[in-house]
């Protein structure tokens, strides 16, 4: 045989072997379970890891979009669609109480909330802290305004402190969502209206409150079931606030803990919504869900499903520190 027929043999067995190799790895992806195949693509998208395949939890919730994620090394325990694309409602409202935190380091700032803003936001139905045009705000309770009655009007008058507009602001939200790395979010406003170019998923907002439950002034509001505005021009006596999740779950606590705060959201395009931070034995959780059927009217599927994830996690003994 001449060296060239050699060289061409030698050729043919690479060829041959990488054929073999790569027909290998198709044949290990497709044995693989699909929810292992799903967590690798979670981790590209948002930066969050999977979970070792012993710790994968399989947890029956009636939300269609859901993801459990243990805080203290990012890995999610359980996800259901978790980067289909959903309408976040109000939890797009996280977002806009940490940008807003991070723009306004003096929290008594005392903002001006316009007669204009509250017009197009009764019209939509928007839910309302209570606030009433014209009212003068420490910029501290109107973070509380949005994140625990939901206060519709106390987002876009941030929005419009800070940047000039709701579009300005939502800007800025998007910038905001690009470095923390939701590249499937987009933010077209600040409370969460429904707008076919406002959306996210349940692993990015899962990521979102990760981030900013790591600012001390938002897990304050975060954490809070109940919280006393100070005086007002046109509230004197001022505000109270109760959390939107108290009011749909009567008892927080589970074996091992509780849920310790929790921004509801809801829109007919959106479903019943929760993002919600827990604490079980000595760990902090995240579990957030959308889509659920129902409205304020019925059964709290999302806060249901909430419970029962962190009821489905294993019972850990207290770490040594």
Do not use: W
Request: proline share 4%; aromatic share 6%.
């Amino acid at each position: 045989m001449t060296r060239k027929g050699r060289k061409r043999r030698r050729g043919m067995r690479r060829l041959g072997n990488l054929a073999a190799v790569f027909l290998l790895l198709v044949l290990l992806l497709l044995l693989l379970p699909a929810g292992r195949q799903i967590q690798g693509l979670v981790s590209e998208k948002t930066g969050l890891g999977s979970a070792a395949p012993g710790e994968v939890l399989q947890i029956d919730v009636k939300s269609p979009n859901a993801v459990l994620l243990r805080r203290e090394d990012g890995r999610i325990l359980f996800q259901k669609s978790g980067g289909e694309k959903i309408y976040p409602a109000s939890l797009t409202k996280i977002m806009t109480v940490l940008t807003a935190i991070e723009q306004l380091p003096d929290l008594d700032e005392e903002i001006l909330l316009s007669a204009e803003l509250f017009d197009p936001l009764y019209a939509q139905g928007a839910s309302m802290a209570g606030f009433q045009p014209g009212e003068q705000v420490k910029a501290r309770d109107l973070f509380y305004g949005a994140m625990l009655p939901s206060g519709a009007e106390c987002c876009v008058g941030l929005a419009e402190k800070i940047a000039g507009s709701e579009d300005g602001f939502a800007s800025l939200m998007n910038k905001k969502a690009e470095k923390l790395g939701m590249k499937q979010t987009h933010f077209s406003n600040t409370t969460g209206l429904p707008d076919e170019n406002h959306y996210s998923t349940v692993e990015d907002i899962a990521c979102l409150l990760d981030n900013a439950l790591k600012n001390d002034t938002f897990r304050e509001i975060f954490t809070s079931s109940r919280y006393s505005t100070g005086g007002t021009n046109l509230h004197p006596e001022g505000i109270t606030f109760y959390s939107t999740l108290s009011q749909s779950l009567e008892d927080p606590s589970f074996p091992g803990g509780e849920i310790e705060g929790g921004k509801t959201g809801y829109t007919q395009e959106a479903g019943l919504c929760l993002a919600s931070l827990a604490m079980k034995d000595g760990r902090e959780y995240i579990f957030v869900s959308a889509k659920g059927e129902g409205n304020h009217q019925t059964e709290p599927v999302h806060a249901q499903d909430a419970l029962c994830a962190y009821k489905a996690i294993p019972a850990s003994r207290e770490r040594a520190d």
